[in-house]
Structure formats: structure tokens, C-alpha cells
């Protein structure tokens, strides 16, 4: 079945993108010329340029995930997968963009390491300047990016080829190329999160870190497949798509909510319990400035889906599950922005128009993007191997 955009969800994203330049340009007006304007416009479209690249990446691992297990439940619902780490190369788009401006800008102040004077006045940014330079930071993340782009083309082209062509040969390429894709995620995952994140707070470290931020990301990724799943089946498209394939994508964010609230935990209380200096000032600062958002993102995504998706029947509840997805989808952009906010502008940041704007225009792309996406295809692979037990999947 060929999927078109709906004239209302056309309607949607303009709307979305309409408000949010209208809201960043009044933001713009507002703190042009506060001392903070570029600090705060930078951070910004890095908060909103890594949340929605990371949804496609998470979107890719899941893909390659089920190829390296094969899964055989995922069949029916793959294309949605797809649609959505077909954000990949335009979130590749705003991450070069706006890296490529911090470095022009010696960090923007925030990337503080970037500067040169800072570097040199600052002996425990100066140990690391074998690994936080600009050179070796730009190798870094042309790997990273590079491999996630060359991945995600190539699962998409052997996607529709095996349309056309059947058989198992292209599925047992995906389930290489999918466990490949793991071993190179399983390190890039990490050390990206602390090239882009955790290098803006420089003086600090933690060795949970990237295990945080891929939780995150994972999470996110999975609210995102189940809505856009529900909203799918709301149309009247995705006959294949069952209440069990509804579900496992649920049982999938519930899980990957625990293990997000898991990690913000062992990390919170490895540190709080040393209460070392210079890693309880990590926490000091959001504790000081941001409480309520800090704390209250991790009440959100740890109690909403306890007390909410606990039961099989909450699982399968268009209502419930959209509910609390847009819910934990909100928490974890707060997530990003107190990384990025608080570690570069400290106190002096806040949420007004600029910050809701920005993250307004880039849904509104992203939303437009994936929809796009999902017209390229047909939304139920053709001559998947595992498309029959997919069909007939139920728990």
C-alpha cells in the first residue's frame, strides 16, 4: 500500500515551521543584543541539531539490531523504521552546520577547549589536547557521521532491492552488514556523545556517560516508531500491523524508559556517594539552576511509564501509548538542553522564544521529512523472508 501525505499533516508541519521561525525570529529580536546572543543561538542549534539526528541514529540502530538477531516481528513495521532513520542525512546536514560554526567561532564558548587561550591558561584542558583539538575532533566526527551515512544508505538500497528481487541473499548481507554496523556503533555511540556533549562541560568526566546519552537516544527513537505507527493505523494504512506488533514497540519504550532512568541514576549515585569535587560539580551546577527540570525529567520518564505502561493492555492503547510518548519525547529534549545549556552557559540560560522556536522549526522538518520518507515505498516490505511470521505474529 502507497502511503500520501494527508493534506492535514501538511497543514501540521507547515503550521510547525511557520511558528517556529516566527517564534526564533522574535527570540532573536529580544537577546540580540544580550552578551550571550551567540552563546545562546549556538547552543540552541546544537541541542536541536544532535536531538533529532539522534532519533534517525537510534531509528538505525533498531534497524540493525533486528537484522543481526533476525527478528521476525519487526517484518511488518520496517518501513517505518526506515522512514525514520531517513532523517539521517539531513540531521547530518545541521550537525555540520552547526559544528562547523563552533569551530569557525573557536568553540562559541562552548566548546571552550576550541579556544586557544583558553587552552593555554588552563592546565587540565591543556593535558587534553592529544585527543581535544580541532584536527583530531574533525576526524572524529567525519568517521562518525561517514559510517552512519554509508550504513544507513546502504540498508535502505538493499531494502528495496530485495522488493524486487526476493530470496535470502540480501537478508543474510543485512544480517552481516547488521552485526558490522553493532561493533561500530557500540564505540561511536560513546565516544560521540563525548566529543558533541560531554566535551562542553571539559573539565569533567564520566565513564556512564555514553551509555546515558545512547539510552536517550534509544528511547526517543522507539516513542517516535509507536506513534508514528499509531498514527499509521489511524489512517487506515499498515492492515498487516497488529495490536502485538503495537505492543512489542510499547514493551520497547517502556523497557528503554527504565534503562534511560537506570543510567541517570548509577550515574547520579556513583558521584553523589564519592562526592568527589570535580565530579559533584557536574551536578552542583544543575542542581543549582535547574532543579525542577533536572529532577523532574527524571520523574517523568521513570514514573509515567511505570504507573501508565505497566499492564498489557496499556501497551496496545492508541491514547496511552501517544500519551505518554509525546510526554517522554518532551523530557528528553529538556535532557539535551540542560547537557548543552548548563555546561555552556550555566546560570544565564533559559527557556524562552528563541529555545521553543528552534526546537518548533526543527519538528516541523523532521516531522515533514519522515512523512516524505514513508511515500517512497510501499509501507509493507514485499519479499521479506520474515514477513509471513511477521503477519501472523501474536503475543
Aim: neutral net charge; charged residues 15%; aromatic residues 18%.
Amino acid at each position: 500500500m502507497e502511503f500520501k501525505i494527508a493534506n492535514k499533516a501538511k497543514t501540521f508541519t507547515l503550521a510547525l515551521i511557520v511558528i517556529g521561525v516566527l517564534f526564533t525570529g522574535i527570540g532573536i529580536a529580544l537577546n540580540i543584543g544580550a552578551d550571550n546572543f551567540g552563546q545562546r543561538f549556538m547552543a540552541n542549534g546544537l541541542i536541536n541539531s544532535f536531538f533529532f539526528f539522534s532519533i534517525g541514529l537510534g531509528a538505525l540502530f533498531f534497524l540493525a539490531l533486528a537484522y543481526a538477531t533476525e527478528t521476525g516481528w519487526y517484518a511488518a513495521v520496517k518501513r517505518i523504521i526506515e522512514a525514520v532513520a531517513g532523517f539521517i542525512p539531513y540531521g547530518i546536514g545541521a550537525m555540520l552546520l552547526i559544528l562547523i560554526a563552533l569551530t569557525l567561532t573557536d568553540g562559541g564558548h562552548i566548546y571552550t577547549w576550541m579556544d586557544s587561550e583558553v587552552m593555554d591558561n588552563d592546565p587540565l584542558i591543556k593535558g587534553k589536547e592529544f585527543f581535544l583539538n580541532k584536527p583530531f575532533f574533525w576526524i572524529r566526527t567525519i568517521a562518525y557521521l561517514g559510517v552512519y551515512y554509508i550504513f544507513w544508505k546502504g540498508f535502505r538500497k538493499r531494502s528495496l532491492e530485495e522488493d524486487r528481487v526476493g530470496g535470502t541473499e540480501i537478508h543474510f548481507t543485512n544480517y552481516k552488514k547488521g552485526a558490522l554496523f553493532l561493533v561500530f556503533f557500540s564505540v561511536f555511540s560513546s565516544t560521540s556523545s563525548w566529543d558533541w556533549l560531554m566535551a562542553i562541560d571539559v573539565h569533567w568526566f564520566s565513564t556512564l556517560f555514553g551509555w546515558y546519552t545512547f539510552a536517550g537516544v534509544w528511547c526517543s527513537s522507539m516513542v517516535v516508531l509507536v506513534i508514528l505507527t499509531l498514527y499509521l493505523k489511524k489512517l487506515g494504512y499498515l492492515p498487516k500491523v497488529n495490536d502485538s506488533h503495537i505492543h512489542d514497540l510499547g514493551k520497547w519504550t517502556f523497557a528503554t524508559s527504565f534503562l534511560w532512568s537506570y543510567l541517570w541514576f548509577s550515574q547520579y549515585m556513583l558521584i553523589w556517594y564519592a562526592n568527589i569535587g570535580e565530579e559533584v560539580v557536574y551536578y552542583m551546577m544543575r542542581i543549582e539552576n535547574y532543579k525542577v527540570l533536572y529532577f523532574g525529567m527524571f520523574i517523568v520518564n521513570f514514573a509515567f511509564p511505570m504507573l501508565l505502561l505497566m499492564s498489557r493492555e496499556a501497551k496496545r492503547h492508541a491514547g496511552i501509548l501517544t500519551l505518554v510518548g509525546v510526554i517522554i519525547l518532551c523530557s528528553h529534549w529538556v535532557d539535551v538542553y540542560i547537557m548543552v545549556s548548563a555546561g555552556s552557559m550555566g546560570a544565564t540560560a533559559s527557556i524562552g522564544f528563541m529555545e521553543i522556536g528552534m526546537a518548533v522549526l526543527m519538528a516541523g522538518i523532521f516531522i515533514r521529512v519522515i512523512l516524505t520518507n514513508l511515500t517512497k515505498a510501499p509501507l509493507s516490505p514485499v519479499n521479506h523472508p520474515f514477513l509471513d511470521e511477521s503477519i501472523h505474529h501474536e503475543i
